[in-house]
């Protein structure tokens, strides 16, 4: 499995991005799809994850909830639509995928990584 993330960028405080992460290759076993991100000097967070196979279970950092809103486009592609951004949300964002999205919301479990795409907020 590969993974393609798109979409970051410098926005003000308050304004909104969404960030795209697209699987290709042999993505039958893909039960959950996700977002972790690395501000300077911090170590990775989970942000969000969402399952991709049968359900649809979403799963949210407290840091986010109510702000950021993860999504499936198609069943290999999701959309993170980050609102009211504020600067502590300035970060490296990268999407992952898991075997289940609980492991990666609780346990930070993930099988493959994409790279990373910078998110700027400026205050």
């Known amino acids: 499995v590969q993974l393609q993330a798109s979409g970051g960028g410098f926005v003000q405080a308050g304004g909104s991005l969404r960030l795209s992460c697209a699987a290709s290759g042999r993505t039958a076993r893909t039960v959950g799809m996700g977002w972790f991100r690395q501000a300077p000097g911090k170590e990775r967070e989970f942000v969000a994850a969402i399952q991709v196979g049968y359900g649809d279970s979403r799963y949210y950092a407290d840091s986010v909830k109510g702000r950021f809103t993860i999504s499936r486009a198609t069943p290999n592609t999701v959309y993170l639509q980050m609102n009211s951004l504020k600067p502590e949300d300035t970060a490296i964002y990268y999407c992952?995928?898991?075997?289940?999205?609980?492991?990666?919301?609780?346990?930070?479990?993930?099988?493959?990584w994409g790279q990373g795409t910078l998110v700027t907020v400026s205050s």
């Open positions: 992952a995928t898991a075997p289940a999205p609980q492991l990666m919301a609780k346990s930070g479990v993930t099988d493959v």
